[in-house]
């Protein structure tokens, strides 16, 4: 462990070195700036978790592949102005997943199967985060066919999962499985889905993608489903009734899909601290700052999240909040598992967009 953690760190060391030096040229004093972060952290994650042919591999979950893992890939490559990496990944994506005339990507794929994809209905952040990242390598590179990619992707989400609702305009998780018609309690939605710059940017590419009225009701939901004494969203709500409940058909807890609603307000906007507040509150109040999943109910933590990746988030949360000068355990990236990893690069991207004042200066 102590020798992974150097080779980590000298990697992630050489990784922002390199990225800095390379656009700071012979101006010596112009040796660092934010997104070196993010450059560098990206080395080591596409070294762990990304094939030579472009699949992002989930190391959770049997090796497994899905678009959710695809579009951060492609947003990280993206942000990291890894052009070629971001065109493999893309590639795969292309080739695997959109096997259906809908314009919307198949969310599974596993190598140990055949076919590979399994399951063809999507996870609608997933094509978010595929749209989005589009969007931004139309602004960044040009060409390449992004633009109209990401407009294609926008308009099959606002065709295929957006619905009218009591709560106003929400984004089923799937096209198949969420609505009245498909669970009792119906319609359920994940919070975590509501990827609010990704709305933001997808409105922009579409004019048919409805963002500001899914914005508009994301924010709400995020107030509003708030469960237990701990006031916390849990991973599946019930809209079915007249006020949010926790989805009938599943854990009724905060967990590892809630964890990304705060880490999606503070990239979005430092403009709600009504809405991160309640998290910076319940995290600071734990032992050691650390992170658990929690079960609603009696707001008991049941399982550990003890990942530097979860951190990170906590970190992002505070810098907007204005509780913290610097994000000391976002910037100590190391690979870890998949999932985490990935959390703590788009804590890492949202600092330095938003709060780079959090980042440290190491000319």
Known sequence: MIRKGIYNRLFLLAGVLTCSLGMAGAQSSQVFIPSDFVSGAWLLYRDKFVTPEGRVVDTRANDISHSEGQGYGMLIAVAADDRHSFDRIWAWTKANLYLSTDGLAAWRWDPAATPHVTDTNNATDGDLLIGWALSQAAQKWGGGGYGDAA?????????????????????????????????????????????????????????????????????????????????????????????????????????????????????????????????????????????????????????????????????????????????????????????????????????????????????
């Open 151 to 363: 407009k294609h992707i926008a308009d099959a989400i606002a065709r295929k999962v957006v619905v009218d609702t009591s709560y106003g305009k929400v984004l089923l998780p799937g096209a198949h499985g969420f609505s009245p018609a498909d669970q009792p309690d119906g319609p359920v939605v994940n919070l975590s889905y509501w990827v609010f710059p990704a709305i933001r940017d997808l409105g922009v590419a579409s004019s048919s993608f409805p963002a500001a009225e899914l914005i508009k009701t994301g924010l709400s939901l995020t107030r509003t489903a708030r469960f237990g004494p701990a006031h916390l969203p849990s991973d599946w709500v019930s809209l079915n009734g007249k006020v949010p409940q926790p989805a009938a058909g599943y854990p009724a807890q905060f967990g590892h899909d809630a964890i990304r609603v705060p880490l999606y307000v503070a990239w979005y906007s430092r403009d709600y601290p009504d809405i991160l507040a309640t998290f910076a509150d319940v995290w600071r109040q734990s032992a050691d700052n650390t992170m658990a999943v929690i079960e609603l109910a009696t707001a008991t933590p049941i399982a550990g999240m003890p990942d530097p990746g979860y951190a990170a988030v906590a970190d992002l949360v505070s810098c907007s909040l204005g509780h913290e000068t610097t994000a000391s355990r976002a910037t100590a990236f190391e690979t870890t598992d998949y999932y985490p990893s990935t959390l703590h690069l788009l804590s890492l991207i949202a600092l330095a967009e938003r709060y780079p004042r959090c980042l440290p200066d190491l000319q």
